[in-house]
Structure formats: C-alpha cells, structure tokens
C-alpha cells in the first residue's frame, strides 16, 4: 500500500512536470509572431531549443536588450518579449520592417556561419 502511495506521487510529480514545460519555449516549433495575422508564406520551422543548442546560443544573440546610447547589454535578455513589440512598425498594415529583421537575425547568422537554411523555401517550408 505504501508503495503504491509512492508511486501514485512520483507519477503526479512526472505529470505536473510535463504541464508546466507545455508553457514554456522548449514546445515551440515554428516562428509564430502575433504580430503577422495573415501570413502570406507558410510558418518557418524553428525548434527552439533544439535549434539554440545545436548552433550553441545565448539567449541575447537573439533576444538582446541595447540601452539608451544603442549599445548591446551583456547578460541581460528580452526573451519575455515578442520581437514584434520592439520591431513592430506601428502602424503599418504590413510590418515590412519586422520582415526584415525577423530575415536579418536568422538568415544573416545563417549566411555568416555558411551553416543552416538561406533559401526561401528551406525556412518557409511545411504548411502549419
Ligand atoms: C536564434 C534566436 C533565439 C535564441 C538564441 C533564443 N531564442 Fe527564444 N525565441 C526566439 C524566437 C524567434 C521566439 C518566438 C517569437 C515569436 O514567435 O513571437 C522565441 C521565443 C521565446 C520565448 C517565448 C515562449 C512563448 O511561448 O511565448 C521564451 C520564453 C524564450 N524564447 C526564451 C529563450 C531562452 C531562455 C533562450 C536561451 C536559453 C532563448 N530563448 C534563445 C529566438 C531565440
Ligand atoms: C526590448 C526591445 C527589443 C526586442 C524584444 C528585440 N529587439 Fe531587436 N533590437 C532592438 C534594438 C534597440 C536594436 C538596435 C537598434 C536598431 O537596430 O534598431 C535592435 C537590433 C536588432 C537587429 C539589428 C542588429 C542585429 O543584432 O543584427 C536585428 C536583426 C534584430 N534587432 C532582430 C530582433 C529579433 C529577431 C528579435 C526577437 C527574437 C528582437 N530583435 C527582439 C530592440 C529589441
Ligand atoms: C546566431 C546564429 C543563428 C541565428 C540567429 C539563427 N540560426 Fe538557425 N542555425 C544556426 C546554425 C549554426 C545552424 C546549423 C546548426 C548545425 O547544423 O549544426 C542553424 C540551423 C537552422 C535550421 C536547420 C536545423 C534545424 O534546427 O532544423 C533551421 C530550420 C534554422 N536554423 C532556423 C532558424 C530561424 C527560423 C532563425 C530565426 C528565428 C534562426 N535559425 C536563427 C545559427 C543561427
Ligand atoms: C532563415 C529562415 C528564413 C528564410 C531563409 C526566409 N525567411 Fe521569411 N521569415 C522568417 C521568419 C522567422 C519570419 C517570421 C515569421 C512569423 O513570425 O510568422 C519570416 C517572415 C516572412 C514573411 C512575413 C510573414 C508572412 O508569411 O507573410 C514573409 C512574406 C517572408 N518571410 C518571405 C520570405 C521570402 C520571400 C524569403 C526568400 C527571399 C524568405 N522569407 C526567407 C524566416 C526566413
């Protein structure tokens, strides 16, 4: 009886892990910025943190924070934040510069490593 206590607790333990990781960024699997609400081209494949081990990334070379001057801060990180809510061109029916710099971060590091995907269809490939 014990042991059946013991294990019904170690399996309740196990199921509350797996719900509380469901929230947070190791489930992403595509870019998906809220600020595009009629994406013209399918979603590009990114597997968070599979993608950020692999290529071995601190969390700032993308989610950066600069100060007032516009020098990058070391150590410190925006990853609660949407790229769009810094880069979100306010205003425009389409955030052509959010584009941009969505292109500027994965593909510019990808074109610089000679390492991961530059074509089009190779980021935007699988329909959602
Ligand atoms: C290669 C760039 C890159 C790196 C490196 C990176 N991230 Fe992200 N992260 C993203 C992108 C892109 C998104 C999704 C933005 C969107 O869809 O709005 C994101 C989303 C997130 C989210 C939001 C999750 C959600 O469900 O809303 C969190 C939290 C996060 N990242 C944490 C981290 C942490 C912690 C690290 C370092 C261990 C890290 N990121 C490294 C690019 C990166
Ligand atoms: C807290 C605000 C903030 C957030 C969130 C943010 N950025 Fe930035 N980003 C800036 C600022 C400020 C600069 C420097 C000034 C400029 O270039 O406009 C910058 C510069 C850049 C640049 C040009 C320099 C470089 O690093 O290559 C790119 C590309 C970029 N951001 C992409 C992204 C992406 C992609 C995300 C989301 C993963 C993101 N940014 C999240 C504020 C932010
Ligand atoms: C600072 C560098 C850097 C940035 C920023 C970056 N990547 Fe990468 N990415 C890499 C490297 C390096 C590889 C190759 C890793 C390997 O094969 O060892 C890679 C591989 C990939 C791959 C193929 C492997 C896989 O995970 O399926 C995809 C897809 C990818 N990146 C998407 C993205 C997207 C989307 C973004 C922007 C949100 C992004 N990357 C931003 C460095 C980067
Ligand atoms: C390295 C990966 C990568 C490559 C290569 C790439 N993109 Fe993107 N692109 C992205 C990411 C990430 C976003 C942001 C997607 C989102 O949040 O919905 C994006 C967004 C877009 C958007 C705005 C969202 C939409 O679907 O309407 C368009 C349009 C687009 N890309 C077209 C292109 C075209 C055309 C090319 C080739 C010239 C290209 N992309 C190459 C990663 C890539």
């Known amino acids: 009886m014990r042991k059946n206590i013991l294990f019904i607790g170690v399996l309740l333990g196990v ?3 797996a719900a509380f ?8 699997e595509f870019v998906e910025d809220s600020a595009f609400t009629d994406n013209m081209r399918p979603l590009p494949a990114f597997k968070h943190d599979e993608h950020n081990e692999m290529a071995g990334l601190e969390c700032n070379e993308c989610h950066h924070v600069y100060d007032d001057d516009g020098n990058l801060v070391e150590d410190e990180s925006s990853e609660d934040q949407e790229c769009s809510e810094c880069h979100g061109a306010e205003g425009d029916e389409y955030p052509m510069e959010l584009v941009r710099r969505y292109h500027l971060n994965c593909r510019g ?3 610089s490593e ?3 995907p530059v074509a089009c269809g190779e980021c935007h490939a699988k329909a959602p």
């Open 15 to 17: 199921l509350s892990l």
């Open 114 to 116: 000679k390492a991961g």
């Open 21 to 28: 990781s469901a929230y947070s960024q190791e489930d992403i």
């Open 109 to 111: 590091c990808h074109l």
